[in-house]
Protein backbone atom coordinates (compact mmCIF):
# COMPACT_ATOMS: atom_id res chain seq x y z
CA UNK A 1 0.00 0.00 0.00
CA UNK A 2 1.30 3.07 -0.90
CA UNK A 3 2.45 6.15 1.62
CA UNK A 4 2.54 8.55 -0.47
CA UNK A 5 0.31 11.72 0.29
CA UNK A 6 -0.27 14.84 -1.65
CA UNK A 7 2.51 18.00 -0.90
CA UNK A 8 1.35 20.42 1.76
CA UNK A 9 1.15 23.77 -0.26
CA UNK A 10 3.66 26.06 1.32
CA UNK A 11 3.27 29.80 1.65
CA UNK A 12 2.76 31.88 -1.28
CA UNK A 13 6.44 33.64 -2.07
CA UNK A 14 6.19 37.34 -1.05
CA UNK A 15 6.96 39.66 -3.66
CA UNK A 16 5.97 42.78 -5.55
CA UNK A 17 4.65 40.58 -7.85
CA UNK A 18 2.37 38.74 -5.77
CA UNK A 19 1.21 41.57 -3.52
CA UNK A 20 -2.48 42.07 -3.03
CA UNK A 21 -2.97 45.98 -3.78
CA UNK A 22 -5.63 47.52 -1.65
CA UNK A 23 -7.94 49.73 -3.22
CA UNK A 24 -7.43 53.34 -3.20
CA UNK A 25 -9.22 55.97 -1.00
CA UNK A 26 -11.01 57.18 -3.96
CA UNK A 27 -12.53 53.83 -4.74
CA UNK A 28 -13.04 53.10 -1.28
CA UNK A 29 -15.14 56.39 -0.83
CA UNK A 30 -17.19 55.78 -3.86
CA UNK A 31 -18.14 52.88 -2.32
CA UNK A 32 -18.95 54.52 1.28
CA UNK A 33 -20.97 56.94 -0.83
CA UNK A 34 -23.52 54.04 -2.23
CA UNK A 35 -23.54 52.47 1.19
CA UNK A 36 -24.82 55.88 2.78
CA UNK A 37 -27.41 56.25 0.05
CA UNK A 38 -29.02 53.00 0.57
CA UNK A 39 -28.65 53.76 4.47
CA UNK A 40 -30.36 57.22 3.99
CA UNK A 41 -32.55 56.13 2.24
CA UNK A 42 -34.18 53.44 4.09
CA UNK A 43 -35.49 55.87 6.79
CA UNK A 44 -37.98 56.78 4.39
CA UNK A 45 -39.33 59.32 6.81
CA UNK A 46 -35.99 61.50 6.82
CA UNK A 47 -35.33 60.49 2.95
CA UNK A 48 -39.65 61.88 1.97
CA UNK A 49 -38.63 65.03 4.67
CA UNK A 50 -35.63 65.75 3.02
CA UNK A 51 -36.26 66.20 -0.44
CA UNK A 52 -40.13 67.17 0.29
CA UNK A 53 -39.42 70.19 2.75
CA UNK A 54 -38.28 73.38 0.56
CA UNK A 55 -40.88 71.83 -1.96
CA UNK A 56 -43.65 71.78 0.53
CA UNK A 57 -42.94 75.37 1.47
CA UNK A 58 -42.66 76.46 -2.07
CA UNK A 59 -45.75 75.33 -2.74
CA UNK A 60 -47.72 76.65 0.28
CA UNK A 61 -46.00 80.25 -0.49
CA UNK A 62 -46.76 80.43 -4.68
CA UNK A 63 -50.20 79.62 -3.45
CA UNK A 64 -51.20 81.84 -0.53
CA UNK A 65 -48.95 85.18 -2.21
CA UNK A 66 -49.74 84.51 -5.87
CA UNK A 67 -50.26 88.14 -7.03
CA UNK A 68 -48.85 89.57 -3.75
CA UNK A 69 -46.01 91.53 -5.62
CA UNK A 70 -45.66 94.95 -6.97
CA UNK A 71 -43.10 94.23 -9.43
CA UNK A 72 -45.70 91.93 -11.68
CA UNK A 73 -43.71 88.08 -10.66
CA UNK A 74 -45.49 85.77 -9.50
CA UNK A 75 -44.93 84.08 -6.22
CA UNK A 76 -43.31 80.98 -7.49
CA UNK A 77 -40.58 82.96 -9.23
CA UNK A 78 -40.21 85.05 -6.42
CA UNK A 79 -39.63 82.24 -3.81
CA UNK A 80 -37.58 79.86 -5.93
CA UNK A 81 -34.23 80.63 -6.01
CA UNK A 82 -34.49 80.98 -2.29
CA UNK A 83 -35.96 77.80 -1.68
CA UNK A 84 -33.26 76.27 -3.88
CA UNK A 85 -30.35 78.04 -1.57
CA UNK A 86 -32.34 77.04 1.50
CA UNK A 87 -32.85 73.62 0.44
CA UNK A 88 -29.05 72.99 -0.65
CA UNK A 89 -28.10 74.37 3.03
CA UNK A 90 -30.38 72.11 4.66
CA UNK A 91 -28.67 68.43 2.85
CA UNK A 92 -25.59 69.76 3.59
CA UNK A 93 -24.94 72.18 6.23
CA UNK A 94 -27.71 70.46 8.46
CA UNK A 95 -27.86 66.79 7.40
CA UNK A 96 -24.04 66.56 8.22
CA UNK A 97 -23.95 68.41 11.16
CA UNK A 98 -26.70 66.42 12.95
CA UNK A 99 -25.63 63.17 11.28
CA UNK A 100 -22.22 63.22 11.82
CA UNK A 101 -23.05 64.19 15.87
CA UNK A 102 -25.14 61.25 15.77
CA UNK A 103 -22.67 58.89 14.16
CA UNK A 104 -20.08 59.98 16.98
CA UNK A 105 -22.51 59.83 19.70
CA UNK A 106 -23.38 56.24 18.77
CA UNK A 107 -19.54 54.88 18.18
CA UNK A 108 -20.11 54.86 14.42
CA UNK A 109 -17.19 57.20 13.72
CA UNK A 110 -14.73 55.08 16.44
CA UNK A 111 -15.37 52.00 14.39
CA UNK A 112 -14.80 53.19 11.02
CA UNK A 113 -11.69 54.33 12.81
CA UNK A 114 -10.49 51.39 14.07
CA UNK A 115 -10.89 49.87 9.86
CA UNK A 116 -8.21 49.91 7.46
CA UNK A 117 -10.45 52.62 5.59
CA UNK A 118 -8.67 55.61 4.82
CA UNK A 119 -10.28 58.59 6.75
CA UNK A 120 -10.37 60.82 3.38
CA UNK A 121 -12.54 57.97 2.40
CA UNK A 122 -15.50 58.33 4.97
CA UNK A 123 -15.41 62.29 3.48
CA UNK A 124 -16.09 61.01 -0.02
CA UNK A 125 -18.70 59.45 1.16
CA UNK A 126 -20.45 61.92 2.65
CA UNK A 127 -19.70 64.09 -0.54
CA UNK A 128 -21.47 61.42 -2.76
CA UNK A 129 -24.53 61.53 -0.09
CA UNK A 130 -24.98 65.50 -0.16
CA UNK A 131 -24.39 65.62 -4.24
CA UNK A 132 -27.31 63.10 -4.17
CA UNK A 133 -29.18 64.91 -1.95
CA UNK A 134 -28.55 68.22 -3.88
CA UNK A 135 -29.16 67.42 -6.74
CA UNK A 136 -32.24 65.33 -6.05
CA UNK A 137 -33.72 68.24 -4.43
CA UNK A 138 -32.89 70.69 -7.09
CA UNK A 139 -34.56 68.31 -9.51
CA UNK A 140 -37.74 68.10 -7.41
CA UNK A 141 -38.43 71.97 -6.78
CA UNK A 142 -37.57 72.78 -10.43
CA UNK A 143 -40.47 70.27 -11.28
CA UNK A 144 -42.73 71.44 -8.97
CA UNK A 145 -42.24 75.10 -9.93
CA UNK A 146 -42.58 74.44 -13.23
CA UNK A 147 -45.15 71.58 -13.88
CA UNK A 148 -47.22 73.02 -10.94
CA UNK A 149 -46.88 76.92 -11.26
CA UNK A 150 -45.32 77.36 -14.56
CA UNK A 151 -42.57 79.29 -13.00
CA UNK A 152 -40.00 80.51 -15.51
CA UNK A 153 -36.31 78.84 -15.61
CA UNK A 154 -33.55 80.54 -17.23
CA UNK A 155 -33.44 80.90 -20.38
CA UNK A 156 -29.90 81.32 -21.41
CA UNK A 157 -26.34 78.93 -21.01
CA UNK A 158 -24.86 81.94 -18.94
CA UNK A 159 -27.40 82.19 -16.19
CA UNK A 160 -27.53 77.92 -16.35
CA UNK A 161 -23.88 78.56 -15.28
CA UNK A 162 -24.04 80.60 -12.83
CA UNK A 163 -26.82 78.27 -11.36
CA UNK A 164 -24.30 75.87 -11.65
CA UNK A 165 -21.40 77.53 -10.00
CA UNK A 166 -23.28 79.14 -7.05
CA UNK A 167 -24.70 75.48 -6.04
CA UNK A 168 -21.15 73.69 -6.34
CA UNK A 169 -19.55 76.62 -4.22
CA UNK A 170 -22.70 76.78 -1.40
CA UNK A 171 -22.85 73.21 -1.24
CA UNK A 172 -19.20 72.55 -0.42
CA UNK A 173 -19.03 75.48 1.97
CA UNK A 174 -22.06 74.49 3.97
CA UNK A 175 -21.20 70.51 3.96
CA UNK A 176 -17.46 71.82 5.43
CA UNK A 177 -19.31 74.00 7.72
CA UNK A 178 -21.86 70.98 8.64
CA UNK A 179 -18.44 68.62 9.39
CA UNK A 180 -16.71 71.65 11.70
CA UNK A 181 -20.33 72.34 13.48
CA UNK A 182 -20.78 68.61 14.38
CA UNK A 183 -18.09 68.58 16.88
CA UNK A 184 -19.17 71.83 18.87
CA UNK A 185 -21.87 69.30 20.05
CA UNK A 186 -21.48 67.04 22.87
CA UNK A 187 -24.27 64.70 21.76
CA UNK A 188 -26.71 64.24 18.74
CA UNK A 189 -29.50 66.05 20.66
CA UNK A 190 -27.14 69.09 21.38
CA UNK A 191 -26.41 68.98 17.39
CA UNK A 192 -30.12 70.08 16.74
CA UNK A 193 -29.97 72.89 18.50
CA UNK A 194 -26.17 74.31 17.35
CA UNK A 195 -27.27 73.43 13.78
CA UNK A 196 -30.92 73.90 13.56
CA UNK A 197 -31.33 77.26 15.51
CA UNK A 198 -28.89 79.58 13.56
CA UNK A 199 -29.67 77.57 10.09
CA UNK A 200 -33.90 79.12 10.95
CA UNK A 201 -32.52 82.32 11.48
CA UNK A 202 -30.24 82.59 8.47
CA UNK A 203 -33.51 81.50 6.99
CA UNK A 204 -35.31 84.95 7.10
CA UNK A 205 -32.09 86.82 7.46
CA UNK A 206 -30.66 85.65 4.02
CA UNK A 207 -33.73 86.77 1.50
CA UNK A 208 -35.12 83.18 1.32
CA UNK A 209 -38.37 84.50 2.78
CA UNK A 210 -37.83 87.75 3.34
CA UNK A 211 -36.96 90.14 0.31
CA UNK A 212 -33.18 91.81 1.50
CA UNK A 213 -34.90 94.94 0.47
CA UNK A 214 -37.08 94.62 3.66
CA UNK A 215 -34.33 94.32 5.78
CA UNK A 216 -32.55 96.24 8.14
CA UNK A 217 -28.74 97.03 6.74
CA UNK A 218 -27.29 95.53 10.16
CA UNK A 219 -29.48 92.05 9.80
CA UNK A 220 -28.66 92.18 6.26
CA UNK A 221 -24.89 93.04 7.21
CA UNK A 222 -25.03 90.32 9.46
CA UNK A 223 -26.32 87.98 7.61
CA UNK A 224 -23.55 88.57 4.71
CA UNK A 225 -21.11 86.95 7.22
CA UNK A 226 -22.44 83.69 6.26
CA UNK A 227 -23.11 81.34 3.02
CA UNK A 228 -26.58 81.62 2.42
CA UNK A 229 -27.35 84.97 1.85
CA UNK A 230 -24.60 84.74 -0.96
CA UNK A 231 -26.02 81.75 -2.02
CA UNK A 232 -29.54 83.26 -2.53
CA UNK A 233 -28.14 86.25 -4.19
CA UNK A 234 -26.02 84.00 -6.63
CA UNK A 235 -29.67 81.75 -7.73
CA UNK A 236 -31.43 84.97 -7.94
CA UNK A 237 -29.08 86.22 -10.26
CA UNK A 238 -29.35 83.31 -12.67
CA UNK A 239 -33.48 83.37 -12.49
CA UNK A 240 -34.28 87.03 -12.23
CA UNK A 241 -34.47 89.16 -15.06
CA UNK A 242 -31.70 91.60 -14.97
CA UNK A 243 -34.07 94.73 -14.11
CA UNK A 244 -34.41 92.86 -10.52
CA UNK A 245 -30.89 92.99 -9.68
CA UNK A 246 -31.74 96.83 -8.30
CA UNK A 247 -33.67 95.34 -5.91
CA UNK A 248 -30.25 94.09 -4.05
CA UNK A 249 -28.47 95.73 -1.47
CA UNK A 250 -25.47 96.91 -3.97
CA UNK A 251 -27.83 97.56 -6.94
CA UNK A 252 -26.90 94.83 -8.73
CA UNK A 253 -26.26 90.86 -8.82
CA UNK A 254 -22.41 91.42 -7.53
CA UNK A 255 -21.27 88.19 -9.08
CA UNK A 256 -17.46 88.29 -8.60
CA UNK A 257 -18.41 89.12 -4.91
CA UNK A 258 -20.65 86.21 -4.29
CA UNK A 259 -18.13 83.64 -5.74
CA UNK A 260 -15.68 85.57 -3.66
CA UNK A 261 -17.90 85.06 -0.57
CA UNK A 262 -18.68 81.73 -1.09
CA UNK A 263 -14.85 80.64 -2.11
CA UNK A 264 -13.59 82.13 1.14
CA UNK A 265 -16.36 80.01 2.86
CA UNK A 266 -15.24 76.97 1.43
CA UNK A 267 -11.21 76.90 2.41
CA UNK A 268 -12.85 78.42 6.26
CA UNK A 269 -15.03 75.51 6.35
CA UNK A 270 -11.94 72.99 5.12
CA UNK A 271 -9.76 74.71 8.11
CA UNK A 272 -12.20 74.75 10.69
CA UNK A 273 -12.91 71.02 9.56
CA UNK A 274 -9.63 69.71 9.80
CA UNK A 275 -8.86 71.68 13.02
CA UNK A 276 -12.31 70.56 14.93
CA UNK A 277 -13.10 67.27 13.66
CA UNK A 278 -12.75 64.38 16.17
CA UNK A 279 -13.61 60.36 15.69
CA UNK A 280 -14.35 60.23 19.28
CA UNK A 281 -16.84 62.18 22.03
CA UNK A 282 -15.66 64.54 24.33
CA UNK A 283 -13.89 62.58 27.31
CA UNK A 284 -13.68 59.37 25.53
CA UNK A 285 -9.96 57.57 26.16
Known amino acids: ?35 EIRSFSREWESLVFTFSLPALILVLFASVFDGMFDMGMPAVDHYLPGMIAMGLMSVSFQLLGTGI ?4 ENGGLRRLRG ?4 PSAYFIGKTVLVAFLSFGQTALLLGVAVLGFGARL ?14 LLGTVSCALLGIAVSSLAR ?8 VVVPFLVL ?13 PDWVVDAAGLFPLLWMAQGMRAGFFP ?5 LEPGGS ?10 GAWCVVGLVLALVTFRWKTRGDG
Open 242 to 246: EEMAV
Open 115 to 118: TPMP
Open 203 to 215: QFTSGVFVPVVAL
Open 154 to 167: PSDAGSWATLAWVL
Open 101 to 104: AGER
Open 1 to 35: MSTDTAPVPGPAPSGPGNARRLPGALRIGLSRGLV
Open 253 to 262: WDLPQVALAL
Open 187 to 194: SAQAASAV
